[in-house]
C-alpha cells in the first residue's frame, strides 16, 4: 500500500533539506500538500532556506539543525518527526571538494546513511501496522556511481557500479548500505539515481551558477581537460517531480534512473550560457574568459541514463525543454545576483539559533 502524498496528511522528514534539491522538494511539498514537513540539516557552507521561506504555507516547515553523524540528536529528530516518509537527500555531493579532503565525505555519506537507517528502521517497527505498511524510506542517488561510459550506451538500473572518484564511492556505499537494508530487513527503501541537477537557488560551485558567477565578475571561466566531458542534464523541477511519483508508485526495494535525456559536453554548456549573456548585455566577450586548465583526477568521460523504467512503471518523463530551463535559470541568477553573495558568506547562518534542543514540534 503507498502513500499519498496529495491526498493525506502526513508527517514528511527530508534529510538535507536546506540544500539545492532538498529545498525544491520541501518547496513543492509545502505548496501541493497538508503535510508537516521536517527538515533535518546539519546547516553547511552550501546550505540555505530562502527558497523555503517563500512558501505561503511556511508554518508546516520545521528544521532541525542535526549532523548524522550525531547519532543521539538523530534518534531524538527521528521522535519528534515521528515520520511517515523519510526523503534521505543529505550528502556531500561536490566532486572536487571530495579530492581535496574526502573525509566529510565518508563521514555524511557513508557513516550517515547508517544512522539514519539504523534509526529509521528502529522508528518504522515501532509504527502500527496501517503506518507500518504505508512507510516509505526514499534514498536519493547519482549516476556517478556508474563510472564511466564510452562512447555509446547508456546507464540503466542493472549497471554495474564502477565509481572513480571518493564522492561516487562514497554514494555506491550508501546504495549498498540502502539496498542491504532492504534485503536483510524488509525495510521499505526505494532508490534513485539521477544526473546532473541545474536550476536556480543551486550553490555557486556547481558548473552552470559557477560558469554565470564567473562571467559576471568578469573573470576567467575554467574548464577542465578538453571541455568534452559530457553529462546529462536534468531540470531540478522534473526531479522532484519524479521523487513525489517514485514515494506514490515506487515499488518498494527497486531502484530508478531519473535523467533529463539531455546529453551536453562541458564546453557547449559553457559557450550556451556565454551566448546568453552576450545576448543579453547587448556585447559579445564571454566566451574570451574562457580558459582550459588541467583535468581533474578520474574525471569521468560521460554519463547517461536511460529513463525508461521509470516511465513504464511511473508514468514519468521530462517536461522542460532543455533550452528553455537553461535560459530561465540564467535569467534567475542576473536577475539575484544578491543571492550569490549572501551564499557564499561563511556566516550565512550565524544570527540564527536553530537545533535539535529548542525545537518545539
Same mark, same amino acid.
Given at each position: 500500500?503507498?502513500?499519498?502524498?496529495?491526498?493525506?496528511?502526513?508527517?514528511?522528514?527530508?534529510?538535507?533539506?536546506?540544500?539545492?534539491?532538498?529545498?525544491?522538494?520541501?518547496?513543492? $511539498?509545502?505548496?501541493?500538500?497538508?503535510?508537516?514537513?521536517?527538515?533535518?540539516?546539519? $546547516?553547511?557552507?552550501?546550505?540555505?532556506?530562502?527558497?523555503?521561506?517563500?512558501?505561503?504555507?511556511?508554518?508546516?516547515?520545521?528544521?532541525?539543525?542535526?549532523?548524522?553523524?550525531?547519532?543521539?540528536?538523530?534518534?531524538?529528530?527521528?521522535?519528534?518527526?515521528?515520520? +511517515?516518509?523519510?526523503?534521505?537527500?543529505?550528502?556531500?555531493?561536490?566532486? +572536487? #571538494?571530495?579530492?581535496? +579532503?574526502?573525509?566529510?565525505?565518508?563521514?555524511?555519506?557513508?557513516?550517515?546513511?547508517?544512522?539514519?537507517?539504523?534509526?529509521?528502521?528502529?522508528?518504522?517497527?515501532?509504527?502500527?501496522?496501517?503506518?507500518?505498511?504505508?512507510?516509505?524510506?526514499?534514498?536519493?542517488?547519482?549516476?556517478?556511481?556508474?563510472?564511466?561510459?564510452?562512447?555509446?550506451? #547508456?546507464?540503466?538500473?542493472?549497471?554495474?557500479?564502477?565509481?572513480?572518484?571518493?564522492?561516487?564511492?562514497?554514494?555506491?556505499?550508501?546504495?549498498?548500505?540502502?539496498?542491504?537494508?532492504?534485503?536483510?530487513?524488509?525495510?521499505?527503501?526505494? #532508490?534513485?539515481?539521477?544526473?546532473?541537477?541545474?536550476?536556480?537557488?543551486?550553490?555557486?560551485?556547481?558548473?552552470?551558477?559557477?560558469?554565470?558567477?564567473?562571467?559576471?565578475?568578469?573573470?576567467?571561466?575554467?574548464?577542465?581537460?578538453?571541455?568534452?566531458?559530457?553529462?546529462?542534464?536534468?531540470?531540478?523541477?522534473?526531479?522532484?517531480?519524479?521523487?513525489?511519483?517514485?514515494?506514490?508508485?515506487?515499488?518498494?526495494?527497486?531502484?530508478?534512473?531519473?535523467?533529463?535525456?539531455?546529453?551536453?559536453?562541458?564546453?557547449? *554548456?559553457?559557450?550556451?550560457?556565454?551566448?546568453?549573456?552576450?545576448?543579453?548585455?547587448?556585447?559579445?566577450?564571454?566566451?574570451?574568459?574562457?580558459?582550459?586548465?588541467?583535468?581533474?583526477?578520474?574525471?569521468?568521460?560521460?554519463?547517461?541514463?536511460?529513463?525508461?523504467? *521509470?516511465?513504464?512503471?511511473?508514468?514519468?518523463?521530462?517536461?522542460?525543454?532543455?533550452? +528553455?530551463?537553461?535560459?530561465?535559470?540564467?535569467?534567475?541568477?542576473?536577475?539575484?545576483?544578491?543571492?550569490?553573495?549572501?551564499?557564499?558568506?561563511?556566516?550565512?547562518?550565524?544570527?540564527?539559533? *536553530?537545533?535539535?534542543?529548542?525545537?518545539?514540534?
Amino acid at each position: 500500500m503507498n502513500p499519498n502524498i496529495e491526498k493525506e496528511k502526513l508527517r514528511i522528514l527530508v534529510t538535507g533539506g536546506a540544500g539545492f534539491i532538498g529545498s525544491w522538494l520541501i518547496k513543492k $511539498l509545502l505548496d501541493t500538500t497538508s503535510s508537516k514537513i521536517f527538515n533535518l540539516d546539519k $546547516l553547511s557552507y552550501a546550505s540555505d532556506l530562502t527558497l523555503i521561506n517563500n512558501s505561503a504555507n511556511i508554518s508546516n516547515h520545521h528544521l532541525l539543525k542535526v549532523d548524522l553523524k550525531n547519532k543521539k540528536e538523530l534518534k531524538t529528530a527521528m521522535g519528534i518527526s515521528n515520520p +511517515d516518509i523519510i526523503f534521505h537527500l543529505a550528502a556531500e555531493s561536490h566532486v +572536487d #571538494r571530495s579530492i581535496d +579532503d574526502s573525509t566529510p565525505f565518508i563521514e555524511s555519506n557513508i557513516v550517515g546513511t547508517y544512522n539514519i537507517l539504523e534509526i529509521a528502521k528502529d522508528h518504522w517497527l515501532s509504527l502500527n501496522k496501517e503506518r507500518r505498511e504505508k512507510f516509505r524510506f526514499l534514498h536519493v542517488s547519482t549516476d556517478e556511481v556508474f563510472g564511466s561510459l564510452g562512447k555509446k550506451g #547508456r546507464f540503466n538500473e542493472n549497471t554495474a557500479y564502477d565509481p572513480r572518484s571518493p564522492y561516487s564511492a562514497s554514494k555506491a556505499c550508501s546504495d549498498h548500505l540502502t539496498n542491504a537494508w532492504f534485503h536483510t530487513y524488509n525495510f521499505p527503501v526505494i #532508490r534513485t539515481n539521477c544526473s546532473n541537477n541545474f536550476g536556480p537557488y543551486q550553490f555557486p560551485e556547481k558548473l552552470i551558477p559557477l560558469v554565470i558567477n564567473k562571467a559576471l565578475q568578469n573573470k576567467e571561466i575554467p574548464i577542465y581537460g578538453d571541455g568534452k566531458n559530457i553529462r546529462d542534464w536534468l531540470y531540478v523541477e522534473d526531479h522532484i517531480e519524479a521523487l513525489l511519483l517514485v514515494i506514490n508508485k515506487g515499488i518498494i526495494g527497486h531502484n530508478y534512473c531519473i535523467g533529463g535525456n539531455n546529453e551536453k559536453t562541458n564546453i557547449e *554548456i559553457v559557450t550556451k550560457i556565454c551566448d546568453k549573456l552576450d545576448d543579453f548585455y547587448g556585447k559579445s566577450s564571454h566566451k574570451n574568459l574562457i580558459k582550459f586548465v588541467e583535468d581533474r583526477p578520474g574525471h569521468d568521460r560521460r554519463y547517461a541514463i536511460d529513463s525508461s523504467l *521509470i516511465k513504464r512503471e511511473i508514468n514519468w518523463e521530462p517536461s522542460y525543454q532543455f533550452d +528553455d530551463a537553461l535560459d530561465a535559470t540564467i535569467e534567475w541568477y542576473l536577475k539575484n545576483n544578491n543571492w550569490i553573495k549572501k551564499i557564499q558568506s561563511k556566516n550565512i547562518f550565524a544570527d540564527q539559533r *536553530i537545533g535539535i534542543k529548542n525545537s518545539k514540534i
